[in-house]
């Protein structure tokens, strides 16, 4: 019996092998659809409000996204992080509900409430049970609304930003993007990453009212809604809670005036074993005409897992783990910057690879089975980010916030599969031209300098 056992599961192991010896071409991937935007209906208050609304899916939940434009663009130089103080305050109560009865609620809803802040934009979102939705939206009206701004709760949150901000100072990573932000953007919001401890520590309550007063109001913010719920139930909620706020002002309109130049930035990190690398230059906002082709390009280029520099220098080379480029976007602006934490010894040689990566696609037509690749990634992915609820209000709040039509979501998957790959060499030509790549670097300077002075002139 033991011997006849023995020889099956060798015949099985046999039979195994063989079948995985055997390379069979996987079948062709399903025709590629475009994006159906769910019907919408939009509603305007008379203060400016804004609220869309869109019925999606089964599940009995509804997703909640409120947006007001603004954020760390209305800093000061004085106030850096300020908004995101402010942000935080509206979580801390109401002048009927203290903090704790807001997470109760939302908690009683089947949600919670998540509020974040950016350089454009503040978010205030949850999910909840669609029976709740409108009395969510109520509840973030309270907190827009009525916000109670405790002065008992100022030390604590400024003692929050500031282990946040030494928490980010310390990592390399944080070093690279506060520099590399400031070469971008120079004096601009923007460029404004980190506050000073001290900074943090001389805001007061009426610093976080005068924020809130100036720019938080009905004209600067924008509902969606989506997911199931009752349409009829949900708009006269918007108009109830929401038709009396104050119109405040209009969206700051303050985009930098961009630049950059071949400049070796170095920032020291004495025995260092890995070197942070940040190179990249001023590209195209959404707004332009050329910005999906760019995107692909970038895709292409390194911004994917499949991408010629991560291909390069992490599969071939073994330089880093983890590399990725990007094309990072505000309002009216943006800046495609390749970003990789290398080990100290190549540091240079991980900058040379970048370099050889973005000539050869300026001068070489990618080939089609190449770009085709590409496309099915875009393709794929974005189909995924718009198969939720709170997909779907990401992508609305994007068209908003650059002022794109509805087509672009719904022709998306078709424009990129027009894409020929004569355009992406054009678009590395055209945006990422090497005279203008600033490199930012965060690692031991004694190590680095020799190896990546002859790629620009270094400031230290």
Known sequence: MKTRQVVIIGLLSLLTVSLWAQKETPPAGGTPKDFNLPQKKVVTLPNGLSGTMISYGKVPKVNIRVIIRTGNIDESSSQIWLADLAGEFLKEGTK????????????????????????DQVFITGEVLSEFGPDFIKLIGDMLQNPAF????LERLKNNLVRQLTVQRSEPSGLASEKFSQVMFGNHPYGRYFPTEEMVNSFTID????????????????????????????????????????????????????????????IDRPGASQSTIYMGLPVIDPS???????????????????????????????????????????????????????????????????????????????????????????????VLQNSSPAGIANQLSFLSLHGLPDTYLTNYVKNVYAIAPEEISKMVKSYIRDSDIAIVIVGDIKKIKKQVETYGKVIQ
């Open 150 to 153: 405790p002065s008992s709760e």
């Open 96 to 119: 009927t509900r203290t903090a704790q009865d807001l997470a109760k609620a939302a908690a009683s809803m089947g949600g919670s409430i998540d509020v974040a802040t950016g350089s």
């Open 288 to 382: 332009h005409p050329d910005y999906l082709a760019l995107t692909v390009m970038n895709s292409m280029l390194g911004g994917s897992f499949g991408s010629r520099i991560t291909s390069n220098i992490r599969e071939n080379k073994g330089y880093t783990y983890s590399p990725r480029s990007t094309v990072s976007v505000r309002y009216r602006s943006a800046y495609w910057a390749e970003v990789a934490d290398v080990t100290t010894d190549v540091t240079g040689a991980s900058i040379k690879e970048i370099l050889f990566e973005i000539n050869r696609l300026q001068n070489e037509v990618p080939d089609k089975e190449e770009l085709d690749g590409i496309k099915n990634y875009l393709a794929g992915t974005f």
């Open 207 to 266: 610093h976080v009212k005068e924020f809130y007063d100036k720019n938080y109001g009905a004209k600067r913010t924008s509902v969606y809604v989506v997911g199931v719920f009752d349409a009829k139930a949900v708009e006269k909620t918007l108009a109830e809670v929401f038709g009396t706020w104050k119109e405040g002002t209009a969206a700051t309109q303050n985009p930098p005036k961009m630049s950059s130049s071949r400049a070796i930035y170095l």
